[in-house]
Each structure stands twice: as C-alpha cells, then as structure tokens.
C-alpha cells in the first residue's frame, strides 16, 4: 500500500484546508487510517484517525470541533478538513494506515501545512 498525501500549502491563521491521502490499495482492509503532524523540534502526533471501512473517529483535542476526518472508500482517498487554522497548527502532516492482520503500518512522504498571522 502506498499513501500519497496532497493539499498543504500556506494559508492565513482563521482559514482553510483540505489535505488528502489517496490510497493505491483498498482502505477496506485497512484497520485504522489517521493523520499525524509533526512540527519542528517537537514529536509526530495523531491529529485524527478514522476506522479502515469508515465509522467511528477520534481526534487530538487540539483539534476537535476545527478538523474534520473522512473517508471516500470508492475513491480510495482519506481527507482531513482543517478549519479555523491556528499558528500552532502549522507542521508537515503525514498520513498513516493501519493493518491490524498482519501488523502493518504504512505512512505517507508529508505535506507541509503552514499557518501565518
């Protein structure tokens, strides 16, 4: 499975982006997909994750009521809708699959997200 993340960029503190993560394989057999962030000098974080098949979510509080995880199976593309962005919110964002049958984890290059004032 290769994870292709697209959709980062710079945007001013208060606005929006959706940052996407297309699959090459089915994310039916996936356990679990998500976002993790990391910003300079600090630890890779989960912003959110999402069940493989769609479902139950669940998000870093930093984030809650501003981001938003979901899924388009058809489209093999897990989205992440970031709103009311924060300075504190810039980092490169990174996608990740999950594999509970055999262990796997895959993650995605990054894409960088930037927030100014």
């Known amino acids: 499975v290769q994870l292709e993340e697209s959709g980062g960029g710079l945007v001013q503190a208060g606005g929006s982006l959706r940052l996407s993560c297309a699959a090459s394989?089915?994310?039916?057999?996936?356990?679990?997909m998500g976002w993790y962030r990391q910003a300079p000098g600090k630890q890779r974080e989960l912003v959110a994750s999402?069940?493989?098949?769609?479902?139950?979510?669940n998000y870093a509080d930093s984030v809650k009521g501003r981001f938003t995880i979901s899924i388009v199976n058809g489209k093999n593309t897990v989205y992440l809708q970031m709103n009311s962005l924060k300075l504190e919110d810039t980092a490169v964002y990174y996608c990740?699959?999950?594999?509970?049958?055999?262990?796997?984890?895959?993650w995605g290059q990054g894409t960088q997200v930037t927030v100014s004032s």
């Open positions: 394989g089915s994310m039916f057999s996936m356990t679990r």
């Open positions: 999402i069940a493989g098949g769609g479902g139950s979510t």
């Open positions: 990740h699959a999950f594999m509970l049958a055999t262990s796997s984890t895959y």
